[in-house]
């Protein structure tokens, strides 16, 4: 005999048999059809806990905190709707309270109609490339897991950057 699954106390059906619909007592066809919606509930929260746990700072809003002028590099992805996306944006911007500071900020918008969940991977341009790789890896990351939200697919690819104009260190003597 046919080992079976419990539908309801008491009853038993084979597991090869199709699931009951509990609201017509029909049985339902045997897949679902490929291009049947799906539904998931999905916070701002989770999305920060999930895909942005690494970020410097996470935030909410109605519109994006990105500054057009600030921008170095962007990448974009829509859902087919057009009221979902992603966007990665690289962007370097002066601080206002230290003059001499200049921040290098790769930000991870997820706009899900009109709420965007926001975060930030920034450091100082100043800081060690180790940090730099570390900073852009963890955002390159967190855009291709988010572009799954909205089905689309992102793969890594190649930069070209100019090289950065760098100070020589002071020199040092030994005595």
């Given at each position: 005999m046919a080992r079976g699954a419990a539908t309801a106390p008491g009853i038993l059906r084979p597991r090869w048999s199709l699931p009951l619909n509990t609201e017509t007592g029909?049985?339902?066809?045997?897949?679902?059809d490929w291009d049947c919606p799906l539904q998931i509930?999905?916070?701002?929260?989770?999305?920060?806990?999930?895909?942005?746990?690494?970020?410097?700072?996470?935030?909410?809003?109605?519109?994006?905190?990105?500054?057009?002028?600030?921008v170095l590099n962007q990448i974009v992805a829509m859902d087919d709707s057009?009221?979902?996306s992603?966007?990665?944006?690289?962007?370097?911007f002066a601080d206002e309270e230290e003059v001499d500071a200049v921040w290098h900020d790769w930000t991870l918008e997820i706009c899900v109609g009109r709420v965007m969940t926001i975060g930030h991977w920034h450091l100082r341009n100043d800081s060690p490339p180790v940090?730099?790789?570390?900073?852009?890896?963890?955002?390159?990351?967190?855009?291709?897991r988010a572009c799954v939200l909205?089905?689309?697919?992102a793969r890594r690819g190649l930069w070209v950057e100019d090289a950065m104009p760098r100070e020589l260190p002071p020199r040092s003597h030994r005595h």
């Open positions: 029909l049985d339902l066809p045997a897949e679902p509930t999905l916070t701002p929260e989770l999305l920060a806990k999930t895909l942005m746990d690494t970020a410097a700072a996470v935030h909410t809003g109605w519109e994006s905190c990105v500054q057009d002028d600030a057009g009221q979902n992603v966007r990665l944006v690289e962007q370097e940090d730099w790789e570390w900073h852009a890896r963890q955002a390159e990351q967190a855009f291709q909205i089905g689309r697919r």
